[in-house]
């Protein structure tokens, strides 16, 4: 399967502290995408990153892709109350234009 | 003031019933997708439409089915055939760039309660 298996299932930090989340896969991919989602709400798309590129920044967003090792991690630097939230990764496989999601990371942010 | 519309919020649903779910986007896209969402679980496609007139099934469409008439809208039926439809489901839009999935947008979602 290409579902992506993330990393932790739920991580607790306070406001400032950086978060890290991990995202491992099985197959070849085209590119990996990044979503949060708030409690009850739509996804948002936060970053892509294509399989030939290793990092990308957005804002405090860091993502960086190994693909010799099949995974990937986002980093959310200095975080804050309203970060809180569901992180999922995304495969975007080498055939076909559809997306295979994992079961995400919860992210909470103390203040 | 563009997006991707779904309606209702909330559907109550009676056991043997089939309730269609909307899902309307004025973002110019060619693709539009259906997922459903289960407590504390990721995403699973149910179908999915690259074209008007045209849909493929995603790895759970037993018990749904849609349609694709116009490019705007792609609306979900949830049938009595589905044997746990209660879930939080979400409609996604995207651009299609060859065959490579970019970006998806999403809507609001719809939770169907099954009474």
């Known amino acids: 399967s290409q579902q992506g298996e993330e990393d932790p299932q739920a991580l607790s930090i306070q406001e400032g502290e950086n978060a890290t989340m991990n995202c491992s896969y099985k197959?070849?991919?085209?590119?990996l995408q990044w979503y949060r989602q708030n409690s009850g709400r739509g996804l948002v798309h936060l970053i892509l990153?294509?399989?030939?590129?290793r990092e990308k920044h957005s804002g405090r967003l860091r993502v960086t892709l190994d693909t010799s090792k099949k995974s990937s991690s986002l980093l959310i630097t200095a975080s804050r109350a309203a970060d809180t939230a569901s992180y999922f990764c995304?495969?975007?496989?080498?055939?076909?234009?559809?997306?295979?999601f994992g079961a995400g990371t919860i992210l909470r942010v103390k203040s | 003031d563009g997006g991707i519309t779904q309606s209702p919020k909330y559907l109550f649903r009676k056991e043997g019933q089939n309730v269609t779910l909307s899902c309307e986007q004025n973002?110019?896209?060619?693709?539009m997708y259906w997922y459903r969402q289960d407590p504390g679980q990721g995403l699973r496609l149910i179908y999915y439409?690259?074209?008007?007139?045209?849909?493929q099934k995603g790895d759970i469409a037993e018990g749904y089915s849609v349609s694709r008439e116009k490019k705007e809208s792609f609306p979900l039926t949830v049938t009595s055939a589905q044997k746990n439809p209660t879930a939080f489901y979400l409609c996604?839009?995207?651009?299609?760039?060859?065959?490579?999935?970019?970006?998806?947008?999403f809507g609001p979602g719809t939770r169907l309660t099954v009474l």
């Open positions: 973002l110019n896209h060619d693709a």
């Open positions: 995304a495969i975007g496989g080498e055939y076909g234009n559809k997306l295979v």
């Open positions: 439409s690259q074209i008007v007139n045209d849909f």
């Open positions: 197959t070849s991919i085209n590119n």
């Open positions: 990153i294509r399989s030939n590129e």
């Open positions: 996604a839009s995207s651009f299609v760039t060859g065959q490579r999935t970019g970006e998806q947008f």
